[in-house]
């Protein structure tokens, strides 16, 4: 039987504010959209716990049997560097400023963003559509909203009527914001004299002569929304109503409001039964955030190639210590947090490959079944993945005590608890069984002691040992480097 079918999944919808029972439009199926990437710069740590809490939404949603489509769009034109429809298209101003082709820099990043999820165990979507592969459909969409009067065009830009649309629709209804305090707090931006009202946003704009990413449209040349391309990608490939759509909390407004009302504008109807935002991911107690510059790479995370962690960390460790937290709340990334991750995680995946050699016994001394049930609880209740990972350790404590001689489990529930822990570990969190890399704190340990060594040459003026000790783990791609705090390694 498919497991979806004795499982209860809840999910909290920002929609309504509450945690409600998941019932897909086709049963058995599940449609899901992500707004992707912008990709004019390498991804941030910010962004991959976005895309990870996906993942690993996905992942569950497949253990359970169902059969998922998961779209994540690449955005490669239309994302201003201002919501207020304001300023460069980020991709153009970065192929400005190096003077490359604009699919130059979406190449370079696209291929950058593919690169890290790859090396952190994502499962690849079930279709990746770009916003300039989907000109046609926006244009249709767009056309149709004229045609329903919630539109319209000035100067070769076509607008979307906010004040119109809320006469007979709410808009605000995702972000509980009010048209009256949006119009309150919005400042007369200069040069926006084309739209009838401030709060109006870009269904296409014109492209003056400078703009180096345009296309023909029935209003001139220009080029799309960023709004708009999401509303065209998703119902195209999940049809005009689907269940999931995520995206980061800070996509809420205008981003995902203004696809609600797009969406009522042309079709009339609400196109998402379930949204999905995730909290952020911090640094130093501020929002990591490619503007404010306070970002950490995640190849450099995993390379240690860094000069905000004390050394490097894995796939599956970065992974585990975003696990440890639910998606719904606020993420502090520090270095205290990944070693105690790490230690954990090392601790999870010894028990795991001790599994092997436990042997059964007579009876069983531990409840696995209603053990197996709390792990699916923890999932089923919001993808509640730090209490699954709760239980999963008192899984490991059995493990530990079978080993010692202090518990017992029958050969079926032995074989319950080895499968359980699979799944959840290995499908559903997607870590994975880095045995080989088990010795990776024997190393650091090492590595430390040599460090410590070598100062102490230092101290003793012993210039010959202190280099050798630093060249020969150059060799072996150990890199050290000196800095105020003392020294620290990464290992190539
Ligand atoms: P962008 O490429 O800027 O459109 O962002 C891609 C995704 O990353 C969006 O869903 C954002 O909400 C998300 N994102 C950006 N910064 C963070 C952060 N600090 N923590 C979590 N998600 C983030
Ligand atoms: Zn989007």
């Not at 119109?164 to 007369?188: F, P, Q, V």
Request: hydrophobic residues 35%.
């Amino acid at each position: 039987m498919e497991r979806y079918k004795e499982n209860q999944l809840k999910i909290y919808n920002s929609l309504s504010g509450q945690k409600e029972i998941f019932n897909p439009i086709n049963n058995g199926h599940v449609g899901m959209y992500v707004c992707g990437p912008t990709v004019y710069s390498n991804v941030h740590l910010g962004n991959v716990r976005t895309f990870m809490s996906f993942d690993v939404i996905f992942r569950y949603l497949k253990h359970l049997d169902y059969k998922v489509r998961y779209v994540r769009n690449i955005t490669d034109a239309g994302h201003l560097e201002n919501d207020a429809d304001e300023g460069e298209d980020k991709i153009a101003k970065k192929a400005r400023l190096e003077q490359i082709e604009p699919m130059e820099v979406v190449q370079r990043y696209t291929v950058d963003f593919h690169n890290v999820l790859n090396n952190l165990n994502f499962l690849p979507p079930s279709i990746e559509p770009t916003a300039t592969g989907h000109l046609i459909e926006q244009i249709e969409i767009i056309k149709m909203i004229i045609e329903n009067g919630f539109a319209y065009e000035v100067n070769g830009s076509v607008y979307f009527d906010v004040h119109k649309y809320n006469e007979t629709n709410e808009y605000g209804i995702l972000s509980k914001r009010k048209l009256e305090d949006l119009i309150n707090n919005t400042r007369e931006l200069q040069g926006q004299s084309d739209k009838k009202n401030p709060q109006d946003f870009a269904l296409w704009k014109n492209a003056d002569a400078k703009h180096i990413m345009k296309w023909p449209s029935p209003w001139g040349v220009g080029f799309p929304g960023w709004h708009i391309e999401c509303t065209a990608m998703s119902t195209k490939y999940l049809g005009e109503q689907f269940d999931i759509h995520g995206g980061g909390i800070d996509l809420k407004f205008p981003h995902h409001e203004s696809e609600i009302a797009q969406n009522i504008a042309a079709r009339g109807i609400a196109p998402v039964n379930y949204w999905i935002h995730t909290n952020m991911l911090e640094m130093n107690g501020q929002r990591m955030a490619k503007s404010t510059g306070n970002i950490i790479n995640p190849n450099e995370l995993l390379s240690g190639d860094n000069d905000k962690m004390s050394k490097a960390y894995s796939p599956s460790v970065i992974r585990f210590f975003m696990a440890q937290s639910s998606y719904r709340s606020v993420l502090d990334l520090t270095d205290a947090g990944l070693l105690a991750s790490e230690k954990g995680f090392y601790k999870l995946m010894e028990a795991i490959n001790s599994l092997k050699s436990v042997s059964f016994g007579n009876s069983s001394t531990f409840d696995v079944k209603e053990w197996k049930q709390k792990c699916y609880n923890a999932m089923n209740d919001d993808f509640n993945t730090p209490i699954l990972i709760a239980h999963l350790f008192e899984g490991v404590k059995v493990i530990n005590q079978i080993k010692e001689g202090k518990a017992s489990l029958t050969s079926e529930d032995l074989e319950t608890l080895k499968t359980t822990m699979n799944s959840f570990v290995f499908d559903v969190l997607g870590l994975m069984n880095e045995a080989a890399q088990n010795n990776s704190e024997k190393i650091n340990g090492v590595v430390e002691l040599l460090i410590k060594l070598r100062k102490e040459a230092r101290e003793n003026k012993d210039w010959a040992l202190s280099d050798q000790i630093r060249d020969e783990l150059v060799e072996i791609g150990i890199q050290l480097k000196d800095g105020k705090e003392g020294t620290t390694f990464s290992i190539n």
